[in-house]
């Protein structure tokens, strides 16, 4: 940490200067845990000119208040731009769980991890919550939109188009557009939550008696089931984006159904996430393509699946879509001349289901 902003940071939290500062491992911008008088906190760099960082975690932050073992926001700055946050006890993230070689105790914290997405969602879905987000965010960044996944589809739209523009594929028209209006099918503002929006394997902390969600740099409004899905997509904003077995992922399913009680028809839930499983794996596709199709980054080492595996992964998954025939067309159309090219790659389980 620079001079200035262990200065400013302890200001913030009205210290003339911290006692001890130690760089934590992890943190987009830099982390580090700052003490005083015994007390220790997180102060955490953000680049302001990021709009998809600072600004949305700070007023996800305001909006739960340390809801649901959520960190606490204490302190904010813009210039040097930071916040304090309060440390969420713990140690290791389900991406370790999934990276290691007990299955059992992977399981066991992937129930704990959708235990944790259902108390946020449990709270996150309160009216005033969600205005509280919205409210804060534009406090923050009067420009930015509370709610982006459907910017999101449509950018993917506009990456498939290139890529199939490159391969000398049809340009799938219908299936772009089916693309586009995936995200209206679940504007159900009945389900709709303050999200985390990348809730992935290593945004989370593991404590003795649960999961802890820690990282809310792209925090928006969005109907609950794009974050259950992230279970059996799998991953989709991921760098460990390794498949779960189906009865982890189904445990994983049932414990988040727990959490949230009767605020969430187990039947209706699952209509829903055949939607959103459906577009993560019919979206992020897009986003890999064209760096796919240059290099497959095999050599990444084996704590990731290389790009060409989930990427062949998602569209054989859609390309037996019977809801969204154009897509599934286009899919198919796309993974037969990717395997062509590159070979049948698989996407394999996460290294802790691989030896059971």
């Known amino acids: 940490m620079d001079e200035e902003l262990r200065r400013a940071s302890a200001r913030a939290m009205g210290f003339e200067s911290w006692d001890e500062v130690v760089t934590l491992s992890g943190g987009r911008g830099g982390a580090y845990l700052a003490s005083k008088d015994g007390t220790a906190h997180v102060v955490k760099v953000q680049r302001l000119d990021d709009t998809l960082r600072g600004r949305r975690e700070r007023a996800a ?14 302190a904010e700055s813009d210039d040097p731009a930071f916040v304090v946050m309060s ?40 009216p005033d919550v969600r205005r509280a987000f919205a409210d804060a965010l534009a406090d923050r960044a009067p420009d930015l939109p509370a709610r982006v996944l459907a910017d999101d589809f449509a950018h993917a739209a506009e990456q498939y188009a290139a890529a199939l523009d490159d391969l000398d594929l049809p340009p799938h028209t219908r299936a772009l557009d089916e693309l ?30 649960r999961v802890r969600l820690i990282d809310f740099e792209f925090a928006e409004l969005r109907h609950r089931a794009w974050d259950v899905a992230y279970l059996l997509a799998p991953w989709p904003s991921c760098w460990c984006a390794w498949t779960l077995p189906d009865e982890v992922a189904r445990d994983g399913i049932a414990a988040y159904l727990a959490a949230v009680g009767d605020a969430v028809p187990p039947q ?51 390309a037996t879509s019977t809801s969204h025939p154009h897509l599934a067309a286009m899919a198919a159309d796309l993974a037969e001349t990717l395997r062509g090219r590159w070979g049948d790659v698989r996407l394999d389980l996460a290294p802790a289901f691989r030896q059971r």
């Open 180 to 209: 586009r209006a995936l995200p209206e099918e679940l504007a159900d503002d009945d389900h709709e939550v303050l999200s985390p929006a990348d809730t992935c394997p290593d945004n989370n902390v593991v404590g003795a008696d």
């Open 61 to 74: 932050l305001v909006a739960l208040g340390g809801a649901a073992g959520t960190p606490s926001l204490l």
């Open 268 to 318: 209706q839930l699952a209509r829903d996430l055949e939607v959103a499983t459906l577009g993560w794996q019919a979206m992020t596709p897009g986003w890999f393509i064209a760096g796919a199709l240059e290099d497959d980054d095999a050599e990444a080492g084996s704590r990731r699946p290389a790009r060409r595996a989930f990427v062949l992964h998602r569209l054989d998954a859609v």
């Open 87 to 126: 440390v969420v006890d713990g140690e290791g993230s389900l991406a370790d769980a999934l990276l290691g070689s007990d299955a059992g105790v992977a399981r066991t914290v992937v129930v704990k991890w959708a235990e944790a997405l259902g108390a946020v969602h449990a709270a996150g879905s309160s």
